[in-house]
């Protein structure tokens, strides 16, 4: 296993707790899936995957059915302790191995250079330091390890921007789990020194009305660099 153990051999409890959010959201999610087709998403935010694969933020563990056959290993890293219970019983029925671990996506529990890919599904918005997360993302990828990315931010026009901005800076945060949407995830990527690769805008729900969490983004980046075989 990948996990690195901190210097004092204890791991802090629930850095994230929010209960109600979580209850919330484990029933919403799931209703999502067909009625927003937020299954289909999760089919392409996967497709190609292979090898060693870290999952930051994994909620209640919806991704895991989506996995395909050559990833030989998922670590699910999920700081919420409703979601992570609810994220190792749809572990129990994935068809790849999946382990799931409390942890903050600003401080991995794991080795640098462990994995051959990390995915970030609606995580962006509720971390508490975006470039710190994604720092940490860089550190655990192997040199060319991608990442796959699916979240939602700005977008709509100057109205529902200023929307977003104005819900950001009040109520949203605090009713959604530190989520918030006015964060611009592929320009955090490419900050953090990711090279993008093909990237998506989508609309959820695709019809209907423009709500301020409908601007989303499907895509890859990599991690710069080679990986070092070892050999001549």
């Not at 919420?80 to 996506?105: C, F, N, Q, T």
């Not at 699916?150 to 945060?173: I, K, N, S, Y």
């Amino acid at each position: 296993m990948a996990f690195r153990s901190a210097g004092s051999g204890k791991v802090p409890r629930d850095p994230v707790h929010h209960p109600l959010f979580a209850r919330y959201y484990a029933h919403v999610s799931v209703a999502a899936e067909t009625r927003l087709g937020m299954g289909g998403v999760r089919d392409r935010l996967l497709s190609g995957l292979s090898g060693r694969v870290i999952e930051i933020g994994a909620g209640n563990g919806l991704n895991f059915a989506h996995y395909p056959g050559s990833v030989s290993e998922v670590v699910a890293i999920e700081p919420e302790r409703r979601l992570r219970h609810s994220a190792v019983e749809a572990a129990l029925r994935a068809e790849v191995p999946v382990d799931v671990a409390p942890g903050v996506a600003e401080a991995l529990p794991v080795k640098s250079e462990a994995f051959d890919a990390a995915v970030v599904s609606l995580v962006l918005c509720s971390v508490r330091d975006v470039p710190r997360a994604l720092a940490e993302i860089r550190r655990v990828l192997r040199p060319g390890g991608t990442v796959r990315f699916f979240e939602h931010g700005a977008g709509g026009g100057r109205v529902m921007a200023a929307a977003q901005r104005g819900l950001d800076r009040t109520v949203w945060p605090r009713l959604n789990g530190g989520c918030h949407l006015a964060r611009d995830p592929v320009a955090a990527l490419r900050d953090a020194g990711f090279e993008l690769g093909p990237y998506q805008p989508l609309l959820i729900p695709e019809k209907g009305p423009r709500l301020p969490t409908s601007y989303c983004v499907l895509g890859s980046a990599r991690r710069p660099g080679v990986r070092d075989t070892g050999t001549a």
